[in-house]
């Protein structure tokens, strides 16, 4: 079992920056793959970061790809999302997910543990 506790959302101006983090229960977060994901109001949720267990591979989605970092710290069983150049269609609940066995997937249903989420807002 791995417990996720997101943190770090709040409300910030576009084009301004905010890093949300994730901290996870388990000993064993190194041997998870881990995701960000988002949902705005209205819509489906959606892929935004991928990383493997060790750092060392990312996968973006394109809307984010070039402003948003995706890094972890194993020695902290956390993994942070890096978010400049904010647009308000960055506005959304965002989640971070694991899963032991696919470093890259970009499905929700290919992760087995979430958190709660956290509230980002962009404002124009």
């Known amino acids: 079992q791995v417990q996720l506790v997101e943190s770090g959302g709040g409300l910030v101006q576009a084009g301004g920056s905010l890093r949300v983090s994730c901290a996870a229960s388990?000993?064993?977060?190194?041997?998870?793959?881990m995701g960000w994901f988002r949902r705005a109001p209205g819509k489906e949720r959606e892929f935004v970061a991928a990383?493997?267990?060790?750092?060392?591979?990312?996968n973006y989605a394109g809307s984010v790809k070039g402003r948003f970092t995706i890094s972890r710290d194993n020695a902290k069983n956390t993994v942070y999302l890096q978010m400049n150049s904010l647009k308000p269609e960055d506005t959304a609940v965002y989640y971070c997910?694991?899963?032991?066995?696919?470093?890259?997937?970009?499905?929700?249903?290919?992760?087995?543990?979430w958190g709660q989420g956290t509230q980002v807002t962009v404002s124009s």
């Open positions: 997910a694991a899963n032991r066995l696919r470093p890259m997937a970009t499905s929700a249903d290919e992760y087995d543990y």
């Open positions: 388990s000993r064993t977060f190194s041997r998870y793959a």
């Open positions: 990383i493997d267990w060790s750092g060392a591979t990312t």
